[in-house]
């Protein structure tokens, strides 16, 4: 397809005297541009479905040892110092994981590592069926957190890249509504596996299925903003021809649209300016420093919570209200119940609301759910479920979230190692939160626990007014 891109390139607000654009810039602006005029369609989806897959294989691996802890804490006499060094085992590796993968996603691309990244987390959960030991299974959850850890910020880039400004929210949230799905298939089967096959079968129903996967993720099109940004033109031009053949329609009839498609290249030509190499420097420069601080205490805050909650839930219910294995087991799965149904709102109105005031709220609500959970001493099992429940739905929504705003607030050159720092601070959080938790609770009881995530919300409501608006914006216009 062709575009007026190039006879708009000279003479867009400036004389060709003062536009000095490169042939390489006008063709990285092009293909941009054709990119931004294909509306979501079967391509789209595709690649949503099968990238989707891995993360939904990721999320019951991040689960799934909450499931099986109730069975280990009988069989191995765990203390709850265990249970939460265990726990942060896995985060303490998703940490090595989102460093190294979002490192080797700006130089090999996002599908390879993507790739790697699935076949790790995969091959670890059928090991760790095979564990017999309390240090073995940390060893195991730890190499199995690189590959978690990995994936989930690669994939979320490779997503932000195929989409276009206009409903990227929505069709973002739509592929990572998958990860809670994930969750909830790690809650329904943990509880009717475990009490009926043995926690072993938890693990191995987590990892065959993933091997599968990381194949079909090999057979993906690279990012063609990744290949724009390292000048592999050709190839870029060749997946967006498939990318436009898949659909008649286009965002723009640019002969009766001609102001906006102007306002379009413009953008995307700011967008191509910068010619330097991606580096973890740069997220500390001017222009992105308030940025990175910002929303890494926003992973780290959101996630203490969500993960510190949902993690321990099944435990809390077994060790401090003594309900029975599997009542314990199914009402720890309701969090992951509403956590899906909240997501989906969020997937429907997150362009509308925005990002910063959607992301204000939750931790507002979520926090108040939280005080009045602690200040009236959680002192049934139903109460937890019904309020820390909830405050775990609506946290979920924050945290899902994160993974569209973050590649948004970062350029094609940096956007992989940009996510892969960020959500290493929810991999730190996530492994710190099990642990705190476990001594908050042995030392002042389980009211003082729902206090605690109550304070980090307030903390995060704070953090969330600074953050950066980029609802229905071009990549290339948000991040220059």
């Not at 724009?228 to 723009?252: C, H, Q, V, W, Y």
């Not at 993960?307 to 969090?335: C, D, R």
């Not at 509403?338 to 609301?353: E, F, N, P």
């Amino acid at each position: 397809m062709n575009t007026p891109l190039t006879a708009y390139s000279v003479g867009v607000g400036q004389s060709e005297s003062s536009t000095r654009t490169t042939s390489e810039q006008l063709r990285a602006a092009n293909l941009l541009f054709r990119i931004e005029n294909v509306p979501f369609c079967r391509w789209h989806t595709k690649a949503r479905i099968v990238m989707g897959s891995a993360t939904l294989f990721d999320a019951f691996d991040a689960l799934s040892l909450a499931f099986v802890l109730p069975v280990l804490i009988g069989l191995w006499h765990l203390s709850p110092g265990q249970i939460g060094v265990l726990i942060a085992a896995g985060y303490l590796g998703q940490v090595v994981g989102a460093l190294v993968f979002g490192w080797l996603a700006e130089r090999i691309g996002r599908v390879p590592s993507a790739t790697v990244t699935v076949g790790v987390m995969s091959a670890m959960s059928i090991v760790c069926a095979f564990t017999g030991s309390f240090h073995m299974l940390f060893l195991m959850r730890f190499l199995q957190g690189i590959g978690v850890g990995g994936e989930v910020p690669v994939a979320a880039t490779y997503i932000n890249e195929l989409s276009q400004a206009h409903g990227r929210g929505r069709f973002f949230i739509l592929y990572e509504l998958i990860f809670p799905l994930g969750l909830l298939a790690a809650a329904q089967l943990g509880a009717f596996i475990v009490p009926r096959f043995g926690w072993e079968y938890m693990f191995l129903v987590g990892g065959i299925p993933g091997i599968i996967v990381a194949f079909l993720i090999a057979r993906l099109p690279e990012s063609p903003r990744w290949l724009i940004s390292k000048g592999r033109f050709d190839k870029a031009e060749g997946i967006i021809e498939r990318m436009e053949a898949s659909t008649p329609k286009r965002n723009l009839d640019t002969q009766t649209q001609k102001a906006e498609v102007d306002e379009r290249v413009v953008s995307l030509l700011n967008g191509l300016q910068s010619k330097q190499r991606g580096s973890w420097k740069e997220l500390f420069s001017p222009f992105y420093r308030g940025r990175t601080i910002v929303v890494w205490l926003l992973w780290a805050t959101s996630y203490f919570v969500a993960n510190g909650i949902n993690n321990w839930l099944p435990s809390l219910y077994k060790t401090v209200y003594h309900l029975p294995l599997q009542e314990s087991l199914h009402m720890a799965s309701i969090s992951n119940v509403l956590s899906t149904c909240g997501v989906l709102a969020c997937a429907l109105l997150i362009d509308r609301v925005g990002r910063r005031r959607w992301a204000m709220a939750c931790f507002v609500i979520s926090g108040i759910l939280l005080a009045v959970l602690g200040i009236h001493g959680a002192g049934s099992a139903w109460s937890v479920m019904f309020l820390g429940s909830s405050a775990y739905a609506v946290m979920a929504t924050t945290t899902v979230l994160l993974y569209l705003y973050t590649p948004e607030i970062y350029p094609t050159r940096m956007r992989a190692i940009g996510t892969g720092l960020a959500t290493s601070w929810l991999r730190a959080a996530s492994a710190a939160a099990p642990a705190i938790v476990g001594v908050v609770l042995t030392g002042k009881g389980i009211a003082a626990v729902f206090i605690l995530f109550a304070v980090v919300s307030a903390v995060g409501f704070f953090v969330a007014s600074r953050m950066v608006e980029t609802t229905n914006r071009a990549l290339e216009e948000i991040s220059p």
